[in-house]
């Protein structure tokens, strides 16, 4: 899935292998759930085409559907502020990144 998405690229062979063929600078924990899980979500109801009452413009009048929506931008926030590179990178701490998710 990370080949498909043009992550990584890999080749056969004994000296083989994978290697990161997107720049680790721009590349975001968030990309990469996505390619492996698609489109993260924490509830199927934020999905267009999830079966409830509420769906389309209804939607915006469920209290449930506003605070999974305002959570999971939160979330899709913080998965896109954390990069390959800050996660690899040894002069970046773990604190660091912590700090940087609140």
Do not use: W
């Not at 063929?21 to 492996?36: F, R, Y």
């Not at 899980?37 to 469920?62: A, M, Q, W, Y």
Request: proline residues 3%; aromatic residues 2%.
């Amino acid at each position: 899935k990370l080949k498909t998405k043009g992550i990584v690229d890999s080749q056969q062979g004994a000296i083989g292998g994978y290697i990161l063929s997107s720049n680790p600078e721009k590349l975001t924990v968030c990309k990469i759930i996505e390619a492996i899980e698609g489109e993260v979500s924490i509830s199927k109801c934020l999905s267009d085409d999830h079966p409830c009452s509420r769906n389309g413009t209804n939607k915006t009048s469920c209290k449930m559907h506003i605070a999974f929506a305002a959570i999971n931008q939160a979330l899709i926030s913080r998965l896109n502020s954390v990069t390959v590179r800050s996660i690899t990178s040894p002069e970046v701490s773990s604190l660091e990144i912590i700090e940087k998710l609140k």
